[in-house]
């Protein structure tokens, strides 16, 4: 056996495959981050919900109301991209001939 073919099977081997993830720099996973954000859409909505129940009892004022609906606006817009997203390219992986 060859030294040269040697070394060449162990590079080979060792290497990482183009398709596999890369390691995580920050030591959080994809899962974790999608994870993290899905709570801190929940947290806005539920904290756009309690400032809409302070606004119709009168504990909060007309500004605040307004700026935490317009906040909830804004992330649920954000979720139906991301859910668009997603859509888009699980149709495009159907259509992806096998």
């Known amino acids: 056996m ?9 590079g080979y081997a060792s290497t990482r ?3 596999a993830p890369k390691p995580e720099v920050s030591g959080q996973s994809a899962g974790g981050k999608v994870a993290q954000a899905f709570g ?20 909060a004022d007309s500004q605040s109301l307004v700026q935490a609906l317009a906040q909830t606006e804004l992330a649920v817009e954000a979720a139906v991209t ?6 888009e390219a699980y149709q495009e992986i159907l259509r992806m001939p096998v």
């Open 40 to 59: 801190s859409f929940a947290q806005e909505l539920q904290q756009s919900e309690s400032v809409a129940q302070a606004g119709m009892t009168g504990g």
């Open 17 to 19: 495959p183009a398709t």
């Open 2 to 10: 060859d030294i040269r073919s040697a070394n060449a099977a162990i």
């Open 82 to 87: 991301v859910r668009d997203k997603v859509v």
